[in-house]
């Protein structure tokens, strides 16, 4: 979704920064890609292009924890420790939201699998975002490693749109239509 939301932001003229984690997908043309590798990685570049930036869009599904054991080489089975253990990572979004200016549009994403909108809406209101796109991820034929995906907008002043099942270019060109005009609306 990322890519796609990136590509549709190019399309209406916007200046696009995609930060992305390895990914198989072709970069979109016209858009400053910067790849990073981890959860650490991304929240500095988030943090870097944040004052600079009029929309941020968070669709990354960033990892919650990391490991504490790390080793750039091979670690053989008889050097690997019983169990992992696991430290929390940073969550970007909310870091983002608490230093959010009133002329800046937040928006997160939540992948649910029950109470979807309930969720998402708690989502959007914890991390002082604008807008949330609420996925389903019960339903597999969608979202992750998919072409095609089906969402909920829901907007901190109350919008709510179901954006039903199609390509995921379609589903980003909708977004980023609801989006923009609230943007627009916000900024001047
Ligand atoms: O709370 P949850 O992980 O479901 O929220 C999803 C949203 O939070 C997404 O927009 C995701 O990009 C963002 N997130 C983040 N940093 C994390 C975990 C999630 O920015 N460590």
Aim: hydrophobic share 45%.
């Amino acid at each position: 979704m990322g890519f796609a939301l990136a590509r549709a932001a190019e399309e209406q003229g916007m200046i696009v920064t995609l930060v992305t984690g390895p990914t198989q997908l072709s970069r979109p043309d016209g858009v400053t890609v910067m790849e990073v590798e981890t959860a650490l990685e991304m929240k500095e570049a988030m943090d870097s292009y944040f004052d600079q930036a009029d929309i941020i869009i968070m669709s990354a599904a960033v990892s919650d924890h990391r490991a504490v054991l790390k080793s750039d080489e091979k670690i053989h089975k008889d050097q690997f420790p019983e169990s992992l253990n696991l430290i929390k990572n940073p969550d970007i979004l909310i870091s983002l939201g608490s230093k959010k200016r009133p002329d800046q549009v937040l928006v997160g994403f939540a992948a649910e699998s029950h109470d979807v909108v309930e969720s998402a809406t708690r989502k959007l209101n914890d991390k002082n975002l604008d807008w949330i796109v609420a996925n389903d991820i019960s339903n597999k034929d969608i979202g992750f490693s998919s072409d095609k995906n089906e969402v909920f907008l829901i907007g901190s002043k109350g919008d709510f749109l179901h954006i039903c099942l199609a390509d995921k270019c379609i589903i980003a060109k909708e977004i980023m239509d609801a989006i923009y005009p609230a943007w627009l609306e916000k900024a001047h």
